[in-house]
T-cell receptor, first 115, second 109 residues
């Protein structure tokens, strides 16, 4: 049981490049989330998904896209990377039943630098 | 959407003293209130949580209280130790999680 696995752990992108941050969970959680955390700041929700095939925007979705084709995977796509997207990205998942959360777990993070 | 405010942003205490961190939320429909500890360069880790049908929960040196009427909840750490030094985040949730801005706690030996 690996929990929430994120890859890569570190990445440097040039302005205008694209990349996909991978996130996989093996806990059969129905909800998955992507956050970004800027230095010394809190967590801002980018996108979330309540189940396979369903995604929704969070607080800061601009410049990102997501998909949820399976329960396990929730990749985050950056198109046309910009310096403002330099941040640490955390994926998380939880099990929600009847409006009640349990087992909310974070991945280990991806540190992204755009130069 | 939900708005979570957290205070103070920094807190220094002497080892052995207590630390209290407070959060307020705006959405009365929020029903789950977790607290996370994040050490430098690591992922946030859940340390304690409380649901809206409970007023207080305790786990060894850590306790959380919830006042639904006033829409605020607090983290209490007693007998603080240097290893408690970290950034602590509160969150309020219904379906999405909304996080506070964090409190950097330093425990001085």
């Amino acid at each position: 049981n690996a929990g929430v696995t994120q890859t890569p752990k570190f990445r440097i992108l040039k302005i205008g490049q694209s990349m996909t941050l991978q996130c996989t969970q093996d806990m059969n959680h129905n909800y998955m989330y992507w956050y970004r955390q800027d230095p010394g700041m809190g967590l801002k929700l980018i996108y979330y998904s309540v189940g396979a095939g369903i995604t929704d925007k969070g607080e800061v979705p601009n410049g990102y896209n997501v998909s949820r084709s399976t329960t396990e995977d929730f990749p985050l796509r950056l198109e046309l990377a910009a310096p403002s997207q330099t941040s640490v990205y955390f994926c998380a998942s939880s099990y929600v039943l009847g409006g009640t959360h349990s087992g909310y777990t974070f991945g280990s993070g991806t540190r992204l630098t755009v130069v | 959407g939900e708005n979570v405010e957290q205070h103070p942003s920094t807190l220094s205490v002497q080892e052995g003293d207590s630390a209290v961190i407070k959060c307020t939320y705006s959405d009365s429909a929020s029903n789950y209130f977790p607290w996370y500890k994040q050490e430098l360069g690591k992922r946030p880790q859940l340390i304690i949580d409380i649901r809206s049908n409970v007023g207080e929960k305790k786990d060894q040196r850590i306790a959380v209280t919830l006042n639904k009427t006033a829409k605020h909840f607090s983290l209490h750490i007693t007998e603080t130790q240097p290893e408690d030094s970290a950034v602590y985040f509160c969150a309020a949730s219904r379906s999405q999680f909304y996080f506070g801005t964090g409190t950097s706690l330093t425990v001085i030996p």
